[in-house]
């Protein structure tokens, strides 16, 4: 069963207001014992196309890949009190991320407004059912996924940021063999500055479902999810949940109870990815 994330009139009593581009570097001589070619022809008589050498060039010394942009995903249902407000940003691709409003459209969304700028495209969504913003946590999951899949589809490049490539999951640099880097965990439960609830911050390894699975964790223990944040940064998913205890924030020992239990379902899950690779 799905579970519901908020009301419009709960979540804003909650809260207080408040392509990198590659250098290619040339060499400054030539050898004395080849003719000068043009650039073109220097490349193919090598067999290294422009692309290839651009990829080349890309690299570091110890054969990772440079930094390039880093897609960002994030979804705030607090900024707004009518719309689901859907931020994507992509370096400076993110006025190329139009193709977006086709797959919205198809999760049975309606796009009130967009934005493009420099800083990304913001779409306010809400469902095309009910004219209503989406508080569900599987539909708000679907439509992280939706969005990750539509740049991976667009952006070839942006699997392995995502780190669909698994090898650049992995230290080959240890004696003992390859060992995979991953995300550190973090919790941390705090009330908020009105008093009305208590926020859950937690950061961690992407992997889909997780929002879904979070949210069942929290209603096992009979906490109420008011709100959430969900913002993923590339590997890296920050998400915020606002959320009360029979309507107040967390006593202390539910506080310790929600993050060992979180913890442990995060452990759990982390260890089953590593397991499968």
Same mark, same amino acid.
């Given at each position: =069963? ?7 009139? !709960?979540?804003?009593?909650? !809260?207080?207001?408040? @392509? ?27 067999? #290294? ?16 890949? =440079? ?20 931020? &994507? ?45 989406? @508080? ?8 992280? =996924? ?5 740049? #991976? ?28 880097? !991953? &995300?550190?965990?973090?919790?941390? &439960? ?12 937690? &950061? ?10 979070? #949210?069942? @964790? ?7 999810? #008011? ?9 890296? @998913? ?15 020992? =539910? !506080? ?22």
């Amino acid at each position: =069963m799905a579970q519901s994330l908020a009301t419009r009139s !709960v979540a804003r009593s909650c !809260v207080t207001p408040g @392509v990198n581009a590659c250098l290619i570097t040339r060499p400054t001589t030539l050898s004395s014992r080849r003719p000068f070619l043009n650039r073109s022809a220097r490349l193919s008589s090598t067999g #290294v196309t422009s692309a290839t050498r651009r990829a080349i060039a890309c690299r570091a010394s110890n054969g990772t890949t =440079m930094a390039g942009p880093v897609p960002t995903v994030k979804i705030d249902n607090i900024r707004d009190p009518f719309a689901t407000v859907l931020t &994507v940003e992509y370096g400076e691709k993110t006025g190329e991320l139009l193709d977006a409003i086709t797959a919205l459209k198809n999760l049975g969304l309606n796009i009130r407004r967009a934005k493009v700028n420099t800083a990304g495209t913001t779409f306010f969504i809400t469902d095309a059912d009910t004219s209503e913003k989406i @508080v569900k946590s599987a539909r708000l999951e679907d439509i992280r =996924m939706t969005i990750l899949n539509s740049l #991976v589809a667009k952006f070839p490049e942006v699997g392995e940021a995502l780190s669909l490539g698994k090898s650049n999951d992995f230290d080959t640099n240890k004696i003992l063999g390859n060992r995979r880097r !991953v &995300v550190q965990t973090t919790i941390d &439960v705090v009330e908020a500055s009105n008093g009305s609830c208590s926020v859950l911050k937690i &950061v961690t390894q992407d992997r889909p479902g997780l929002l879904v699975d979070i #949210v069942r @964790v929290l209603k096992d223990i009979n906490l109420n999810v #008011v709100s959430a944040e969900i913002d993923t940064d590339g590997k890296l @998913v920050k998400d915020e949940f606002f959320i009360t205890y029979h309507g107040e924030p967390l006593p202390a020992p =539910m !506080v310790t109870l929600v993050t060992n239990s979180l913890q442990y379902y995060l452990s759990i899950g982390e260890i089953a990815k590593e397991e499968s690779y």
